[in-house]
């Protein structure tokens, strides 16, 4: 269906966008399922933290309206709002007269493998680094060439996702998705307060362990930790939950909370 | 002027556009006089090795004729070129099928205060970092929201431009600018194999001073080196050299090299 820019029908930005020059924005990528936007408040919630944190000023109010009825109006499938700092003028200082543009665009559900979910997948071990910046960490920003040169490392169907470390070697993110442990009844995922996207996945699944008593810790993750992990999985809005079998020389069973939490997790996103 | 996509008169980019999406992209802004893009073999040389770094695939004798064509349209002025990876697919994987697209932007020349070449500027000391990303340091690419914040930090017409250290406060670069330090006759530029953008202007001027047999070095610096300096100035492509008189408490003379190369740059640039 067409997309929609600042609530009308139009395919394309203008060449001044922010979004455009600089990746000056954000985005988000919400699953939709018989016209409801899935976990529209966890990704609301993050793109808030965004535009606070990017001192972008939007009407939070008209986003949740449109993205509302732009879901209606997709029925099924993927829905990506991107939301930029409007145009430019010259360089790289604020236009304040420029309002912030919303970007509404539709496409088809997602058509991963149903194996990845029952069987598991591999990770590609990316030599791509993340880069440590706390300013723009844990937001789902336009900046996004880091993912981009990880996600070209591999072409082959083997691998479903890569693993991504920062500069200093600790155990980050996939390139698409968070990455969570399991060792002896404790689920683990990396701290994101220097690098890496803070899923709206991986929200909900801390919220839900913690709800459901399982002991939770986010904490700086080691290769070694990793290595020693019982189970591991990857996680997404779009996907849900993928138990990770391996990666290079490491290798996990899928694992009993894995299994628990992709049942948590198929109810919420009906799948 | 009309800007031209993929040589066509256009004022939009598709929303698929992978510029938009995730920055994935290079830009160059050049200067224009009398028809000229001045230092064009400079910016077509970073274009080409940002280029063969994200491995994006261009026709460059067809930019060099689009950018020549342009700049004779646009008659004095300011022209930017962006490169993008074309439109996505979904996700970041790349789009094999896709072709580079090309945008030439232009628009009136700069307009910056003579004074600051004449009595020198006073940065700003950004407290927003660059992080340590060496797949992408040096390239002039679109992920940009790091100078977007730093460029934020100040509003007040005492500061021309602001000093930017990476994580580890190495001093780097200005906000759209590269530094350099004079010391006992000594030329100091930054290493940017880490981050920051290795400029034009400063390519140009490394190879000046090496003709005039001025010696240069290109290595970290700290921000102990920059208060000891004899001279400090910046630059960039479009407004030549600025001679810097202060930053927070530090200050410095004018010196006779910066003037110097302030003399080669005026001729180069024709201002």
């Not at 986010?218 to 997404?236: G, K, Y």
């Amino acid at each position: 269906m067409h997309s929609w820019v600042d609530g009308q029908p139009v395919d394309s930005v203008p060449l001044k966008d922010r979004g455009l020059a600089y990746g000056d924005g954000l985005f988000e990528t919400i699953a939709v399922k018989a016209g409801q936007p899935l976990l529209l408040d966890r990704h609301l919630q993050r793109l808030n933290e965004g535009c606070r944190r990017l001192a972008l000023v939007a009407d939070h109010g008209v986003i949740r309206s449109e993205v509302l009825a732009y879901a209606v109006a997709l029925g099924d499938g993927i829905l990506k709002l991107i939301l930029t700092r409007g145009d430019s003028l010259r360089g790289y200082g604020l236009n304040p007269g420029a309002p912030v543009r919303r970007i509404l665009q539709g496409s088809a559900p997602a058509t991963y493998p149903p194996a990845h979910g029952v069987e598991g997948i591999r990770l590609f071990p990316c030599a791509t680094r993340l880069a440590e910046q706390p300013l723009l960490a844990g937001l789902k920003h336009l900046n996004r060439l880091e993912q981009v040169l990880a996600r070209a490392e591999w072409q082959d169907a083997d691998h479903a996702e890569g693993l991504m470390l920062d500069m200093s070697g600790r155990v980050i993110e996939g390139v698409f998705s968070n990455l969570f442990l399991v060792r002896n009844g404790l689920l683990l995922t990396s701290d994101l307060s220097r690098c890496g996207v803070a899923g709206v996945m991986r929200a909900e699944l801390l919220a839900q362990a913690q709800a459901l008593g399982i002991p939770v810790v986010v904490a700086d993750v080691s290769v070694e930790q990793l290595r020693q992990a019982d189970e591991v999985f990857v996680c997404n809005s779009v996907y849900g939950i993928w138990p990770v079998r391996g990666c290079a020389a490491m290798s996990w069973p899928v694992g009993p909370l894995t299994r628990k939490l992709q049942g948590i997790v198929r109810a919420l996103l009906d799948i």
